[in-house]
């Protein structure tokens, strides 16, 4: 019987270690599986925040751009309006040193002008 129980352990033993290399098989599968998709999925989001990663970066340099256009454009409109006040200004000097009688009652009368809208 000792022969007999001996066998039937060591029959135990060795389907005890089959379950035990069935099962580290079986989770060394779903390991690599999980494995597989998970560094799919992280391509996936790695590839799609790259991508999303280069549309702002040109939308951000479209609208660099466009400011650039925009203060350049003003830069010039601005200069433009100061070249034609100095030159208005400069005609306005020359018609003072030309006619500065004219020049003076034409003061007093937009200033007299000026207080009566304003007053009301």
Do not use: C
């Not at 702002?56 to 400011?67: C, I, L, M, Q």
């Not at 256009?69 to 030309?98: F, I, K, S």
């Amino acid at each position: 019987m000792n022969n007999e129980v001996q066998a039937n352990e060591s029959n135990l033993h060795g389907r005890i270690d089959q379950g035990a290399e069935r099962i580290k098989q079986a989770t060394s599968d779903v390991v690599a599986t999980s494995k597989e998709k998970f560094d799919r999925a992280a391509d996936r989001v790695e590839e799609r925040v790259h991508h999303a990663t280069d549309k702002a970066a040109g939308a951000a340099n479209r609208a660099t751009d466009k400011v650039n256009e925009a203060t350049e454009r003003g830069r010039q409109a601005y200069d433009d309006a100061r070249e034609r006040a100095d030159e208005w200004l400069e005609e306005v000097r020359e018609y003072v040193r030309q006619k500065p009688v004219q020049a003076v009652a034409i003061a007093l009368g937009a200033g007299w002008l000026l207080g009566r809208i304003l007053r009301r």
